[in-house]
C-alpha cells in the first residue's frame, strides 16, 4: 500500500505476557519512529532508526521495550513482561531522508490494552 | 516530556465559522508542524513551516510562527463538520543528533452542522 501500515489493530493482552507490534514504512522512507499515545495526549517519541540502525532510543520508558529493524524496512517494537502503565496507542511513522526537515507520515497505530 | 502546549483544550464552533488554536513551546526549534488525528486514527500531517518562515497558507488553512515569543497559531477558514478532530503542534528541536518530534497535548475540535 502507499501508506504507512501497522499491524495488529487492537492487541489484548495480559499483565506479564510479552508482545511484538509490527510497522511497514512507505516504501523507499529511510526514517522510522515510534510513538506511544496515552488518551487523551499528544504522541510521545520512543525510539527513532535510519535505515537500519537505531540512531535514538532516548523515549524508551524502560528496558521492557525493545525496537528493531533488521533489514531497513519492517520494524518490531517489542513489550516484555507488559504492565497495565503500558496500555496506550502505539504509533509508527516513517519520513524521507533528513527527518528533522520533513512531515512525519503515520500509520493508525496499535492499540495495546493490558489486563 | 511534552513541548508544545495547545489552547484551547477543546473549541466548537458553528460550519461556516474560522477556527484558531495556539500552540506554545519552549527550546529553539527547526521547523514547526501541524498534524490533524481523527478518533481512532493516525495523525495526518498538514502544514509545516520552517524557524525562518513567519507565515504560511495551505488551502483553508494558514499557519504563523512567531520565533521571538516561540509559538505558532493555526486557522481554519469557512470551517466544515469534516475538520472535526484532534490538532496538534510538533516541534522539530533544532541540535546535532536529534531527530524526533515534541508533540503538544492538542485541540479538540467540534464544528457543528
Redesign the interface.
Known sequence: GAG?S?SPRYKVAKRGQDVALRCDPISGHV?L?W?QQAL??????LT?F?NEAQ??KS?LPSDRFFAERPEGSVSTLKIQRTQQEDSAVY?C?SSSDR???????????TRLSIL | SQQGEEDPQALSIQEGENATMNCSYKTSINNLQWYRQNSGRGLVHLILIRSNEREKHSGRLRVTLDTSKKSSSLLITASRAADTASYFCATAVSGAGSYQLIFGKGTKLSVIP
Request: hydrophobic share 25%; proline share 10%; glycine share 18%.
Open positions: 504507512v501497522q526514517s519512529f510513538y487523551g495526549q499528544g504522541p510521545e517519541f527513532y535510519q540512531l535514538d523515549g504509533l511513522a527527518p528533522q526537515y520533513q512531515p512525519q507520515h503515520f500509520g493508525d497505530g
